[in-house]
């Protein structure tokens, strides 16, 4: 009994879809299927590539943004500055014509 148990053990796996090559007619789907699967990759990645170039542009573009409102900022802070100096120079020149006995 136990060699028919052996037999049977042996033509289950011999004649199981496990053991033999798969068939041409599974070889061209799978094909496919890496043919598809390698493009879409490369899509993927060119996709990543351009918003990560994208959003390094936009940084900089930002700080380019800041950096010239910064310039804008400093300038009007010096001409209010200049504007303030004038202004005390012009009223100390009234006061001391004022003064002035004449």
């Keep these: 009994m136990l060699l028919w148990v052996f037999f049977l053990v042996i ?14 007619p599974l070889r061209i789907p799978r ?7 390698n493009s879409y990759r490369k899509v993927l990645s ?10 390094i542009m ?5 700080e380019r943004n ?12 010096v001409d209010n ?3 303030d100096q004038e202004q005390m120079a012009l009223d100390s020149i009234l006061v001391a014509l004022q003064q002035k006995p004449g």
């Design 11 to 24: 033509l289950t796996f011999s004649s199981g879809s496990h053991c033999s090559p798969p068939s041409p």
């Design 66 to 77: 800041q950096e010239q409102e910064a310039k804008t900022r400093l300038g009007r802070q």
């Design 46 to 55: 060119q996709l990543s590539a351009r918003k990560l170039l994208q959003d």
């Design 58 to 62: 936009s940084r900089q573009q930002g």
């Design 31 to 37: 094909y496919a299927d890496a043919i598809f699967t």
């Design 81 to 83: 500055m200049w504007a």
